[in-house]
């Protein structure tokens, strides 16, 4: 599983959820995780149709998308998905 991290320097939410990220990654060193920048990507705000930051794209192996949130998401239920969907 990937998960697209997508945010912006003015974001409140965002810099909410970086922290969080942040232990998540440290307890998950095999998730891996890209971050953009939604000013400097709207290709992919195109692509994935979002309209509110922060968003959190989780993909399975063949880059397929599972599940699209929005906003702040606690750690507890990030985890749980991420274990959920490890595997796909």
Do not use: H, Q, S
């Not at 945010?7 to 307890?27: F, Q, Y």
């Not at 922060?54 to 880059?63: G, H, Q, T, W």
Request: charged share 40%; hydrophobic share 40%.
């Amino acid at each position: 599983m990937k998960v697209l991290k997508i945010g912006a320097e003015w974001c409140p939410g965002c810099v909410i959820m970086r922290p969080r990220w942040a232990e998540i990654e440290k307890e998950v060193p095999d998730l891996e995780t890209v971050y953009y920048d939604a000013d400097e990507n709207e290709e992919l705000l195109k692509k994935y149709e979002i309209k509110d930051l922060p968003v959190f794209i989780f993909l399975d192996k063949n880059e397929e998308v599972l599940l699209k949130m929005d906003g702040e998401i606690d750690k507890e239920e990030l985890l749980k998905i991420i274990e959920e969907n490890k595997n796909k």
